[in-house]
């Protein structure tokens, strides 16, 4: 048949059923190795937050979660940072949620939102039940990148300004492409998959700053899971689930054409190097960091404090304020909404890191206070490329101005190595986890040579692994207060700002 004849959802199958590993380079496993490091370090660092427990508490009264030691433990999947193993659809939907709740996930600039959240629950879970190959898990990960990118690049602006949270909603249907191609089902199962997967996108943005929107991406996960398992017992979906006049383009987007976009899937650059892969450097939404990266080099050059700065004034790109909801916030989790309460916490502080989203810290009276210092404008023209401008005016009379383009830790300017690594493990540290970051990231570079269960073997996933989750952060034991009392004797630096 014509390719021009095809639905949207046939030409994905058909990409994604013939993807050869092959195509990828070094460059390509590494930044797959990076993401995958990173994201199950930050879900780690998650397992302790009020939303985790809930899940789990959820879980354990749902009886769908076991003792990794049961006798069902070795053809379940673990929940990250935790001792208990489940369906890779319940482990999905929990390390979704972990992974999302502290917000310091990746990003990629197209889908205005994160990838890797979107698929690696769903991917490392499929793979660890199955047992299999870390190569085919990694090769899963850029074929669901790929489709992401490219529908994101047709519809996210859109889509994400009519409200909807589109890492849940476009990244269910390339994690679910994903998944359809580590456990290599046909291009019919494929479409079919595509089809459940759209039957249940949802997400959206009003639920920015509370804790479903991390619910969202566990979903994401998990109905990715769901749909794949029905695809392959033979359950059936429209092909023209996507593009139909009463399909996802329809009534999720504007009714954008999709056939320039699936004209270039699989061609080189391929999304994962077109698009890349933005590692964060602070625990909080993504919009508030161009802004961090300026305020606390100021602070550091001029040695400022938050009480010198009498008044500051941000002008930022068309669009970029969108997802800055929580103007007064008074929860830590609020906070990482809030572009006031990240200037205030950087010139108080002079970093932002977890311990700077605790409800105590948020609540500061100075830090309050200063809120209505801060004025915000946002420029009209192009939302690309994304840029912030800060004016800052001093108790001295004096008035510093800065703008920053560049973002440390983009694809333009990624973390170094040992910066990385410096995340990786005061994430690590901040659940109380016995993991090593070094071993994590070293053994993430040999995912295309392990198993998927020789990979969770050597970071200690298997046969079990003792962590954190069940001590809540708001009973008896307070790691929030142990993690400020902790910073305070022995500081963990931030990743440095970048001028």
């Given amino acids: 048949m014509n390719a021009t004849k095809l639905t949207a959802s046939e030409r994905i199958a058909a990409f994604a059923h013939a993807f050869d590993t092959s195509a990828l380079s070094e460059s390509h496993w590494r930044a797959c190795s990076r993401s995958l490091a990173d994201t199950l370090a930050v879900a780690i660092a998650g397992t302790g937050e009020h939303a985790s427990q809930c899940a789990l508490r959820y879980l354990d009264r749902s009886a769908a979660v076991w003792p990794s030691d049961s006798p069902h433990a070795c053809n379940g999947a673990h929940l990250w940072g935790t001792d208990r193993v489940a369906t890779a659809e319940t482990a999905a939907l929990f390390n979704g949620i972990s992974g999302h709740v502290l917000d310091y996930d990746d990003v990629t600039v197209p889908l205005r939102g994160h990838p890797s959240i979107a698929l690696w629950p769903a991917l490392v879970a499929l793979a660890e039940v199955r047992d299999l190959p870390g190569e085919r898990l990694g090769t899963a990960f850029v074929v669901g990148f790929e489709v992401i990118g490219k529908l994101a690049r047709v ?50 943005r009003e639920n920015v700053g509370t804790e479903a929107k991390s619910f969202q991406a566990g979903h994401c996960g998990a109905a990715a899971v769901r749909a794949v398992l029905m695809a392959e017992s033979g359950f059936m979906a429209s092909a023209s689930a996507l593009d139909g006049p009463h399909g996802y383009m329809s009534l999720y987007g504007e009714g954008q054409d999709l056939t320039s976009a699936l004209d270039s899937l699989g061609h080189a650059p391929i999304e994962l190097e077109h698009s890349g892969i933005d590692v964060k450097q602070y625990p909080l939404c993504y919009a508030t960091h161009r802004a961090l990266d300026g305020v606390l080099a100021m602070r550091a050059e001029h040695r400022l404090s938050l009480a010198d700065v009498i008044h500051m004034h941000i002008e930022t790109s068309r669009g970029a304020l969108i997802p800055l909801t929580q103007h007064r916030p008074q929860t830590g989790l609020a906070g990482k909404f809030s572009i006031e309460y990240a200037m205030a916490a950087a010139l108080s502080d002079g970093f932002v890191r977890l311990t700077s989203f605790t409800d105590e810290a948020v609540k500061r009276p100075s830090v309050q206070a200063f809120f209505d210092r801060i004025t915000i404008s946002e420029a009209g023209g192009s939302i690309t490329p994304r840029w912030v401008e800060l004016r800052l005016s001093l108790g001295s009379g004096h008035t510093l101005n800065r703008r920053v383009e560049t973002l440390h830790g983009s694809t333009q300017d990624p973390l170094s190595e040992e910066e990385l690594l410096l995340k990786i493990t005061d994430c690590l540290a901040w659940a109380a986890s016995p993991l090593d970051g070094g071993r994590l990231l070293e053994a993430a570079y040999r995912l295309r040579h392990l198993a998927t269960r020789e990979f969770l073997n050597l970071v200690a996933f298997r046969p079990s692994f003792m962590g954190r989750a069940g001590i809540s952060r708001h009973g008896e034991h307070d790691r929030h207060r142990e993690g400020v009392d902790r910073d305070a004797d022995h500081p963990h630096e931030p990743v440095p700002a970048r001028p």
């Fill in 155 to 204: 519809m996210a602006t859109s889509h994400y300004q009519k409200g909807w949270h589109s890492t849940a909603t476009i990244g269910l249907i390339g994690a679910s492409v994903a998944c359809s191609y580590l456990l290599g089902l046909d291009a019919t199962g494929i479409v079919n998959a595509i089809g459940l997967a759209v039957a249940q996108a949802g997400g959206v």
